[in-house]
């Protein structure tokens, strides 16, 4: 993630405060009659938010951005939030994932020498058919590996 990304997440706080603090939408822009400028009103009264100037280039493209952004911004952010809780979540399992399997594989170790502590107790003893010790594998219990 790039420095101005990991910026503004930390900015989202004050970026939903301006959000919430703002006239309720939804806008909508309006051209101005008699003129070429264009208005941003709210709802379907006609209170203008803000006017955009005349003189700009993209007069009506500005409108149009600054009339939706009431609505798409607050939108944007609940996505960004959302994804970054679900960020959050996978990183605990992940992390606890890890630490499951570094456990696991202490046990393996564990569990392999004591197989072949056991396999120097046998040695010398006359058998009737060879002893097959299960595998690492075997000793997982199911459901448990990550």
């Not at 939408?25 to 803000?50: F, H, K, Q, Y």
């Not at 010398?124 to 299960?134: H, S």
């Amino acid at each position: 993630m790039t420095k101005e990304a990991e910026a503004f997440l930390d900015r989202i706080p004050e970026v939903r405060k301006r959000c919430d603090a703002a006239t309720e939408g939804p806008w909508r822009e309006n051209e101005t009659p008699g003129r070429r400028a264009w208005r941003i009103v709210w709802s379907d009264m006609p209170l203008d938010v803000c006017e955009v100037c005349p003189h700009m280039t993209h007069v009506e493209h500005n409108a149009t951005f600054i009339s939706h952004s009431r609505t798409d911004l607050p939108a944007a952010l609940d996505v960004i939030e959302e994804q970054q809780a679900a960020i959050r979540g996978w990183k605990e399992a992940l992390a606890k994932r890890d630490v499951d399997k570094a456990l696991l594989d202490v046990r393996i170790e564990e569990l392999t020498a004591e197989v072949e502590w056991l396999k120097t107790l046998t040695i010398g003893v006359k058998r009737d058919r060879p002893v097959r010790l299960p595998s690492h594998e075997s000793l997982i219990p199911k459901g448990d590996t990550p």
